[in-house]
């Protein structure tokens, strides 16, 4: 719980002064520092793994949870998802905070950061990038294990032998129009 909080809380802060930056200040280049920033939602994470683990192996961040906070509050798509929603609200409203005094800073807390409740609560999606069997956690000790995701298909279930549980949604349709769905 504490990394999916602290994931959560990391990325609507980065995210939402990303995307006010490059939504309300202007400065040189920032149009085409945000398509370089967009461009990196084509890169596969397979692709950041060993740089990451060798970054994280320098910083002495190996099986820690910081390392998994850190990876996961910095997300182009929520810059851009923000920076959408900051383009769509009126501008006069920035320029009525600046004339009453108000710096960028202030600006953003008092005014920008309030109205992206809607856009806000649509993002935090602490760890759903993942794969289902791949989301892992500390057990008592601080070690972290595998994680058995909610069909009872965990890591080593299928090597005992055991069969996968049926889908509640099943059972509620009384038909077999959900067992399809899952891997």
Not at 29 to 47: K, S
Request: glycine share 8%; hydrophobic share 45%; proline share 7%.
């Amino acid at each position: 719980v504490y990394v999916a909080l602290a994931c959560c809380a990391g990325t609507l802060l980065t995210s939402s002064m990303a995307a006010y930056a490059f939504a309300r200040l202007r400065f040189p280049g920032r149009d085409a520092l945000f398509l370089v920033y967009l461009a990196t939602l084509m890169v596969p994470r397979q692709v950041t793994l060993i740089p990451n683990f060798i970054l994280f192996r320098v910083a002495g961040l190996i099986d820690t949870r910081m390392s998994l906070i850190l990876t996961g509050i910095f997300t182009a798509y929520g810059t851009f998802l923000l920076r959408q929603f900051f383009l769509g609200l009126p501008r006069e409203t920035f320029e009525a905070a600046r004339i009453d005094g108000a710096n960028s800073w202030a600006i953003f807390w008092r005014i920008a950061v309030p109205l992206t409740r809607p856009a806000s609560e649509h993002k935090p999606q602490g760890g759903s990038h993942l794969p289902r069997n791949c989301r892992r956690r500390p057990d008592h000790r601080g070690h972290f294990a595998e994680v058995k995701d909610e069909m009872g298909d965990g890591p080593g279930n299928a090597a005992k032998g055991r069969k996968r549980q049926k889908p509640p949604v099943a059972d509620a349709l009384g038909h077999r129009a959900a067992e399809g769905c899952h891997p």
